[in-house]
């Protein structure tokens, strides 16, 4: 726990263990946070937070500049203690662990263009639009990108003027603990930014619920998203919600197959598939669907299962039993209820670990659970279409609509994709790369608002309306 630039212990001295995913063992313990030291965290950000906002933005975005220098120097070990946590593969840690520096630099480089506008109305008649901070700001975040998430909350939060209190995952609190101590390291004033850590339940809720909160930035599943919307709503608190996906991509008659095949083997089993945007479900035209299938089972029986420390690891553990038990159960259900073929994977590991095997399904049953819901783990369903229309139609039968991907290359199917696909984000040709520079956030139950881009300066600050006559 990270209060006033401080590790300090729970008030009450409770601890929880951290334990690695590939090996089961015990890597660290933490405090066990409860309602009071949710309340000393917002008693330091709300002590730091005046001063900051005098702060002029270019001063502010030193820090972040700085602190992605520091970053930089320290991808390798930054990177071992996200796998020995998280349990993905070290080349994706180092990914994310880099991604996070290119965010914290991204928002640096807005520090300059960040300006109030001046208005001329009439002759006699001014106005100056301000952006001011919103004050003391909370951000929840998951497990499944644990520094990149933090990066997107906490950069701009701070660069806007206001102070934060986090609330990382369970399991995987060792990041974003490690990240705040190198923003304190270039610079940040002690207060702006503290972590308590401990459950959602009691932890997350007293931190969504204090009243000197002024806006909460969460990332989570759809459950938990709904939860926070309601205890936001009792003190009309600015929320933005980054919440579950099942994104479709969609292979067409005409689509470049080898980048398809790749594209889908890395778009659901990067991070073992536990990806907001990972592609949860693939429909693939009828002409092509059988060669597409044999090349994308034999690229996924290539991929190699193991712990993320070992340098031919291509997909680790899932980050917890719970999670693996979900995933197991559900393939259990395709199986048993006749509504899906497995054609490659389908087992757990028998040894330690919440290792799964890449698994491929198909002729699945339009009413089949691995459609409707968000599978968060290494299971990709395969769906046979006609033509656009039916593909279109199937691809939006989903409550989620955070990411979308069409491959083809045929410039009017690309058209009526991006008009009809029930989505935050499209992509043509490609899935899942994110880049901080453009607005990210979902539509229908995957979420409300946008992160990243200059929209989350908008997100993270209020407007003031000033008139003047002189
Ligand atoms: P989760 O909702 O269980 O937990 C997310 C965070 O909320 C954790 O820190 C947790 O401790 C906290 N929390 C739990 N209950 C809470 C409560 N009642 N009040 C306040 N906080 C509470 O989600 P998860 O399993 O950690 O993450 C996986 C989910 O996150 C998936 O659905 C995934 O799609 C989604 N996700 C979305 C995005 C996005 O940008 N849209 C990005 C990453 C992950």
């Known amino acids: 726990m990270l209060i006033n630039g401080k590790q300090v212990a729970a008030i009450d001295g409770r601890t929880f263990t951290v334990t690695n995913p590939a090996t089961e063992e015990t890597i660290v313990s933490l405090p066990h946070g409860g309602l009071e030291d949710v309340r000393s ?33 320290r991808v390798p070990a930054l990177a071992r203690d996200l796998t020995r946590e998280q349990g993905k593969p070290l080349r994706e840690s180092t990914d994310e662990i880099r991604g996070t520096a290119n965010v914290l630099e991204y928002y640096a480089g807005l520090g300059s263009a960040f ?117 936001a709503a009792a003190n009309i608190k600015r929320v933005t919600l980054e919440l579950g996906g099942s994104d479709p991509m969609i292979v067409c008659e005409d689509a470049d197959l080898e980048r398809a095949v790749a ?55 899932l980050n917890s039993a719970t999670g693996l038990e979900r995933i197991a159960s559900l393939v259990r259900e395709t199986r048993e209820a006749d509504t899906g073929t497995v054609i490659t994977g389908g087992s757990e590991s028998s040894g330690a670990g919440n290792f799964y095997e890449p698994t491929v399904v198909t002729d699945v049953a339009e009413d089949s659970r691995l459609l409707s819901e968000e599978v968060f783990g290494p299971v ?59 607005p990210f956030g979902g539509t229908k139950q995957s979420g409300l608002g946008r992160e990243n881009g200059v929209q989350a300066l908008e997100a993270w600050s209020e407007t003031k309306t000033v008139l003047i006559r002189e």
């Open 41 to 73: 965290a917002v008693d330091a950000a709300e002590a730091a937070q005046p001063g900051w906002a005098r702060v002029s933005p270019r001063d502010r975005a030193h820090v972040l500049a700085s602190a992605a220098r520091l970053i930089r120097e």
């Open 115 to 231: 300006r109030d506008d001046l208005y001329r109305l009439a002759p006699d008649l001014d106005a100056q639009v301000l952006r001011q901070p919103i004050g003391i700001c909370a951000a929840v975040i998951p497990w499944n990108m644990p520094a990149l998430l933090f990066a997107w909350k906490a950069a701009p939060a701070l660069l806007c003027g206001n102070s934060l209190v986090v609330k990382p995952a369970s399991t995987a609190p060792m990041t974003p603990l490690a990240l705040a101590a190198i923003l304190h390291e270039a610079g940040l004033p002690r207060g702006l930014l503290n972590i308590v850590t401990g459950p959602g339940e009691t932890v997350g809720e007293a931190l969504v619920s204090e009243p000197r909160v002024r806006k909460v930035s969460f990332t989570g599943s759809t459950e938990t998203g709904r939860r926070v919307m309601v205890l």
């Open 263 to 317: 594209g889908a083997v890395a778009g659901r089993f990067y991070n073992s598939g536990q990806v907001c945007t990972a592609v949860k479900r693939l429909f693939v035209h009828e002409a092509v669907a059988d060669e597409f299938t044999r090349h994308l089972v034999a690229a996924v029986e290539r991929l190699t299962v193991g712990n993320g420390m070992e340098p031919a690891t291509r997909m680790g553990p």
């Open 380 to 438: 990709l369903p395969l769906v046979r279409f006609r033509d656009l229309n039916d593909a279109l139609i199937r691809a939006n039968r989903s409550p989620y609509g955070l990411g979308a991907s069409i491959w083809t290359r045929n410039t009017k199917y690309m058209r009526e994709a991006t008009r009809r696909l029930e989505a935050g984000l499209v992509w043509i040709n490609l899935h899942l790369k994110v880049p901080p520079e453009v």
